[in-house]
């Protein structure tokens, strides 16, 4: 069982609008929740990371978490062509543990 | 900023050739992991050390072995490259700022084996 789920997309919004990207997991002890922007051809880049549950605001990223319902998001507010990427949600599953899972990745374009 | 380096960028070898992939940071972190990803597709983590001398391997079956001889440097090897391996290669070293982990990844070798 995949330890981390997103929807894969594509998810297209139009430029200016708020991008809403989604993420699951399966273990629940997991503490530590991560999202990660990949360019085409380039590697992962953290954007936002997360350990308590609600929000966390960085600029135009939101990032939100609830243990309870295994879930994590990321809002991108006033999203803009160059956040055309695929976002990776990862997640440190387990006290003690440091692997860090990803999930597949969700494809997102923003249309001028 | 993340000071973690891979080298080569990019690599073009024979099959049956014996390779090395470099990883080095100089952040001091503890713990680091390689990744493998084909092109669109999900990364798969093949090793992971959490310190000197410490080495595991990771979700995805790999025919490469790695070594943790200095906190710095985590280099995977291949003995004998197969097209099959051609794939990008993925280094990334973490850490627990006040108690909390943040993994940052190096850029990449891209692999073709022919």
């Known amino acids: 069982q995949k330890e981390v789920e997103q929807n894969s997309g594509p998810l297209s919004v139009p430029e200016g609008a708020i991008a809403s990207l989604n993420c699951t997991y399966s273990d629940r002890v997991s503490q530590s929740f991560f999202w990660y922007r990949q360019y085409s051809g380039k590697s992962p880049e953290l954007i936002m990371s997360i350990y308590s549950n609600g929000d966390k605001e960085d600029g135009r990223f939101t990032a939100q978490l609830n243990k309870a319902s295994q879930y994590v998001s990321l809002l991108i507010r006033d999203s803009q062509p160059s956040d055309s990427a695929t976002y990776l949600c990862a997640v440190i599953p387990g006290a003690g543990s440091y692997q860090l899972t990803f999930g597949k990745g969700t494809k997102l374009s923003v249309i001028p | 900023e993340a000071d973690i380096y891979q080298t080569p960028r990019y690599l073009v070898i024979g099959t049956g050739k014996k390779i090395t992939l470099e990883c080095s940071q100089t952040m001091g972190h503890d713990k680091m992991y390689w990744y493998q990803q084909d092109p669109g597709m999900e990364l798969h983590l093949i090793h992971y050390s959490y310190g000197v001398n410490s080495t595991e391997k990771g979700d995805l079956s790999s025919e490469s072995t790695v070594s943790r001889i200095r906190t710095e440097h985590f280099p995977l090897t291949l003995e004998s490259a197969r097209p099959s391996h051609t794939s990008q290669y993925l280094c990334?070293?973490?850490?627990?700022?006040?108690?909390?982990?943040?993994?940052?990844f190096g850029q990449g070798t891209r692999l073709t084996v022919v």
């Open positions: 990334a070293s973490s850490v627990k700022p006040q108690g909390m982990t943040e993994a940052f």
